[in-house]
C-alpha cells in the first residue's frame, strides 16, 4: 500500500506540475495579489481535480467519450477561457499598483475550480493514470487499492497548491507593474491559443467520431 500511495503521490506531481490554464491563472493572479490570490486560484482547480480524479478511477471517463456530454463540458471551457483572455488583456491596459487593489480572494478561488471542472481532458488522464497500478504489481485492483490511489494523488495536488503558489508569490515578489502588465499579456495569449486548442480537438474529435459511425465506413471494413 505504501508503495502504491507514493506511485500515485509522484504521478500526482506530474500531473500538477504541467503547466496549462490553470497555471497560468495562478500566475495571473499572483502576479498582482501576491501568494494568497495565486493559492486560492490552486485551492479551487482541487475541486475539478477531486470530481475528475474519482470519476476517472470509477471508469465514468468512458461517458465522455459521448459527445452529448463531452461537447458541452468542452465548450465551456473554450467560453471561460476566452473570456478569461479578454480580461486578461484588458487589465493589462488599464493603469494599477502592484500589490495594490486587487480582486476579491474568492474570485480567484472561482476561476480556478471552472478551470478545472471544465476541463474534461483530466478525467481520461486520471484513467491513465490508475492503469499504471499493474506495473507496481497490483494487476486486479481492490477497492482499498483505488483508495489509496485516490488519497496519493490528491496529497500531491494538495501540497502542489502550496509550492506552486510560493514560487509564483516568489518570482513576482519585486515586480514592477510594467512587468505584471507584460506578464497579463502573456496570460491573455496563453489563455487564448488554450482556448484554440480545445476547440480544435473538440471539432477534431467531433469529426473522427461521425467518420467512424458513418454508413460508408462502417461498409469498407
Known amino acids: 500500500m505504501v508503495t ?3 506511485a500515485a503521490f509522484v504521478l500526482g506531481l506530474v500531473f500538477n506540475a504541467a503547466p496549462g490554464a490553470v497555471f497560468a491563472e495562478t500566475v495571473r ?5 501576491g501568494y494568497k490570490p495565486a ?3 490552486q485551492f479551487g482547480s482541487l475541486i475539478g481535480d477531486t470530481t475528475w480524479a474519482l470519476l476517472g478511477l470509477a471508469g465514468i471517463g468512458l461517458l465522455l467519450q459521448l459527445d452529448a456530454l463531452r461537447i458541452p ?4 471551457g473554450v467560453v471561460y477561457l476566452i473570456y478569461l483572455a479578454w480580461d486578461s488583456w484588458k487589465t493589462a491596459k488599464q493603469e494599477f499598483t502592484v500589490g495594490g487593489a486587487v480582486a476579491p480572494q474568492k474570485d480567484a478561488f472561482r476561476s480556478g475550480a471552472l478551470l478545472s471542472l471544465t476541463n474534461p481532458q483530466n478525467i481520461a488522464y486520471v ?5 499504471s497500478m499493474g506495473t507496481i504489481g497490483v494487476r486486479n485492483p481492490t477497492p ?3 483508495a489509496v490511489f485516490f488519497a496519493g494523488l490528491m496529497t500531491a495536488s494538495f501540497i502542489w497548491c502550496f509550492i506552486c503558489a510560493g514560487i509564483v508569490a516568489r518570482v513576482f515578489k519585486n515586480a514592477n507593474s510594467a512587468w505584471t502588465k507584460v ?3 502573456l496570460c491573455a495569449i496563453a489563455f487564448f491559443l488554450l482556448a484554440a486548442t480545445s476547440l480544435r480537438e473538440l471539432l477534431t474529435h467531433s469529426v473522427v467520431g ?3 459511425s458513418s454508413p460508408a465506413t462502417v461498409k469498407a471494413r
Open 29 to 33: 493572479q499572483g502576479a498582482r495579489g
Open 73 to 76: 463540458v468542452g465548450i465551456a
Open 127 to 131: 484513467a491513465a493514470l490508475s492503469t
Open 183 to 185: 506578464t497579463y499579456q
Open 210 to 212: 461521425s467518420s467512424e
Open 4 to 6: 502504491l500511495f507514493i
Open 144 to 146: 482499498e487499492d483505488y
Open 39 to 41: 493559492l486560492a486560484v
